[in-house]
């Protein structure tokens, strides 16, 4: 059958120019690449237009369709067809369109529950000249609106931030919980780049992004740290991520439209695994040290290994420093003096390595007036101290005035205390490369510092010899 037999149409729009196609070819084209089914019928009920997504969906074909007078006897059974066809002519007279359903009947005998959309046909002097019928299977029409409403619900109430990346790797869409993660609008963000939004993380996070773009979604959802530009600062967070490739479903070739972002902040839980990973560690730090230091017969040496074990993942560099003999404290003595400190142990300022014992000499450490390991032995505390952001050689100045290794930028003083004495002073240290001492960091350096105490406290008591001690 022709093209005009097919759409029912006449040549209206003029008859066609060499090598170019007729207004009824072009017609018939665009009917049967409409990804919906179409037939339509004139003012008498007679079929006039039917596509091959109508042939598809039925079975019949447009020369079985076309010219028939409406569904009855092959489309829909007898007893439904006189309902079908007065509520499909009905749209006819009626303004807008009508959605109805309908059982179909396949060419095969089988039935097929379908979702119309019909409208009037206005003719040239705008009268009804006949009605259009658009239809579909209901169970794609209803996984077509499960689709919608999905979507729909991701971008207003879901409780984790989604995100939709455009092919540039820009943001193109976000919920409400992603730019509120993201600390901007929900207008604000888009056609941003990341790097704009997120101060670290951004080049894992594009990576990732890329990735999905080339070869398709990960196995499993990603755990990435990144920090978020806020008007406050810079806020350090963990999302757990899931990423999706966005391809079009109307190209024959799948074409990315970009990349699906589905992120939930898990900070708190992160943080909550490492606090309890590290005092896991500590705690066995600690024990090991003890069992070790059980072991050296010199208690002097036992200090040092109570030091060493607790360096490892705490500090770069650790000292004690011992008060010296006849100094005073204000914890003992109501009226304050000077107290002077020497080195007793340290560990290696450059290659790492076990504690040196370098209080032989005793020679008093040429601290200045307030520093923080005076600071703690005066009163009987711990003190932080911190470089500061500042420029790494003002930071080497920082170190070097207060006796410490150049590469120093936080500090930790925690004092030795036994027997209700202050014995000195075990100072950790840390680089550029790790963060500053926290309030959970003090807690570990002052259980350190009791079983130095203990054992130097137990050195000064054997050197003293059987003859100090009270009568038995």
Known sequence: ????????????????????????????????????????????????????????????????????????????????????????MSAMHAPGRQVHEFALVTKDGGRVLVRTQSAAVRGPEGKPAGVYCAFSEVHAQIDLERSIALSEALFEDASWGVVLVDADLRPAVVNAHAARALGVGRTSVLGRPLGELLAQGVEELEAALTHVLAEGAPPAPAEMWVAVRTPEGEKRRCWRSGFVRLASPLAEEPVPLGVGWLFQDVTEAKQGEQEAALLRFRANQL?????????????????????????????????VDRVAPGARTEAEDADPGTVRLVRLAATPAGAPGPSLLTGAAGLPVRYGEGHPALQCAERAGTVRADAGSVAAERAREWALE???????????????????????????????????????????????????????DLAEAVREGPGERAPG
């Open 287 to 319: 024990h090991r040290a003890a069992r070790a230091a059980a072991e050296c017969e010199d208690p002097v040496e036992a200090a040092t290994v109570h030091l060493d074990f607790a360096l490892a993942g705490f500090a770069d560099h650790a000292l």
């Open 402 to 456: 207060r006796q410490w290794p150049g590469d120093v930028v936080h500090a930790l003083c925690a004092v030795l205390r036994s027997r209700g004495r202050t014995l000195g002073v075990v100072t950790f240290l840390r680089g550029a490369g790790r963060s500053r001492f926290e309030r959970f960091d003090t807690a570990y350096a002052e259980d350190v510092a009791v079983r130095i105490a203990v054992a130097l």
């Open 1 to 88: 059958m022709s093209a005009s037999r097919r759409s029912g149409t006449t040549d209206e729009l003029g008859p066609d120019e060499p090598g170019e196609p007729g207004g009824s070819d072009l017609l018939a084209a665009l009917l049967d690449g409409m990804d919906a089914a179409l037939c339509a019928f004139d003012a008498d009920g007679v079929v006039t237009h039917w596509n091959r997504e109508a042939e598809r969906i039925l079975g019949w074909t447009a020369a079985e369709a076309v010219g028939r007078h409406g569904f009855a006897g092959w489309a829909v059974r007898s007893a439904d067809a006189e309902e079908v066809q007065a509520r499909l």
